[in-house]
């Protein structure tokens, strides 16, 4: 793993900017893209660039089951805020909310994967070590499925919605094993309550509890840290 511990998380997007730059000089054309607050500084760099993505296909992580593209927290209508409005792509794909068929959205988002092999996966991370809606537990081998959220992560998502009650329950997410497949991975995450997932997943062991820790496994991933966020690791980087 590469660990690049900047400042705060306005340097953190100039440092996600260069790893998307560097990508897409190298040739990727096809981005595994994230939500979440974490992101949003690399998006705001990446609005503000040169970067032209009209001939490259972006394929996000998760969505919430039950909120389709209009609603406000959905995360199709996030991209379109953050990103696609400003920095359009040929193509966008994030998992169909209002299919209540899970068999069939897993299905079918993994055959474009396939398709469609990702370059470039950006992601946040969880405070309790998820990645997209990996919660703990969750097999490390596995592909696109419905996940049940755990209270924690309802409880930390409920400040974007009116009330916890309004948090949806389940989600559709990439599964750990599909984001593996990514040939390189980039990761961030800022702040302190972020500290704890950050020190198991870089320096403690590949386990379920921290599903991030799989990413150790991987042979190109980068990691951006502010200072809040590096303050358990126990190592120099
Ligand atoms: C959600 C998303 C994740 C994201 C995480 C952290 O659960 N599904 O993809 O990484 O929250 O969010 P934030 O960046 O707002 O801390």
């Known amino acids: 793993m590469k660990i690049k ?21 190298n040739g990727a054309n096809v981005f595994g893209l994230a939500t979440g607050s974490t992101p949003v500084t690399t998006y705001n760099e990446i609005v503000q660039s040169n970067l032209d993505f009209t001939d490259s296909i972006s394929i996000n992580l998760d969505e919430y089951v039950g909120l389709g593209p209009d609603h406000p927290q959905s995360y199709r ?13 040929k193509q966008s794909y994030v998992p169909d909310g209002l299919n209540k068929d899970p068999q069939t959205v897993s299905k079918e988002y993994e055959q474009l994967i396939q398709e469609h092999p990702i370059d470039l996966q950006l992601l946040g991370l969880g405070r309790n070590g998820h990645i997209g809606f990996n919660e703990p537990g969750t097999a490390l081998d596995a592909k696109t499925h419905q996940v049940t959220l755990t209270q924690s ?57 921290c599903p991030a820790s799989v990413l150790q496994q991987h042979p190109n991933v980068t990691v951006v840290l502010d ?10 980087y």
């Open 77 to 89: 209508y996030f991209m379109q805020t953050h990103l696609f409005n400003q920095k359009p792509f």
């Open 5 to 25: 511990v900047v400042k705060d998380e306005i340097a953190g997007g100039k440092e996600g900017l260069r790893v998307f730059e560097e990508a897409k000089q």
């Open 153 to 209: 992560t309802i409880d930390a998502n409920a400040r974007f919605f009116e009330n916890e009650n309004e948090v949806p329950r389940y989600a559709y997410s990439m599964g750990i094993g599909t984001i593996m497949q990514a040939k390189e991975i980039l990761i961030e995450a800022y702040g302190e309550n972020k500290a704890h997932a950050v020190a198991q997943m870089v320096e403690g062991p590949v386990t379920t509890d």
């Open 227 to 236: 200072q809040a966020a590096a303050s358990q690791l126990t190592k120099k």
